[in-house]
Nanobody, 117 residues
């Protein structure tokens, strides 16, 4: 199983980006059975949980992104998304997707988001 994250880039403050995380090596029903998470890690800081979309499509967000980020999933495409708007320089980080499946934790390779002021 592999997670492939994409969509990062350089954006000005106030701009938007959409990150994608596609799972490969697992069938549709397996992907549908796991919660998907987005984490981020800024330089010199610990990795932190940004958002979660559960199997029933319910979502939770860290306080620092509420109202600005939206997590979603497309089970048919085995892909999770993170739509980010009103980006701030403090959102600059490497963003990682993650899932726990069959007693293992899987991580994407990370995609860099840089927000300039």
């Amino acid at each position: 199983v592999q997670l492939q994250a994409s969509g990062g880039g350089l954006v000005q403050a106030g701009g938007s980006l959409r990150l994608s995380c596609r799972a490969s090596g697992m069938i549709f029903s397996s992907f549908s059975s796991v919660d998907m998470n987005w984490y981020r890690q800024a330089p010199g800081k610990q990795r932190e949980l940004v958002a979660t979309v559960r199997t029933d499509r319910s979502t939770t967000y860290a306080d620092f992104v509420k109202g600005r980020f939206t997590i979603s999933r497309d089970n048919g495409k085995k892909t999770a998304y993170l739509q980010m708007i009103s980006l701030k320089p403090d959102d600059t980080a490497v963003y990682y997707c993650n899932m726990d499946w069959q007693s293992r934790s899987y991580w994407g390779q990370g995609t860099l988001v840089t927000v300039s002021s």
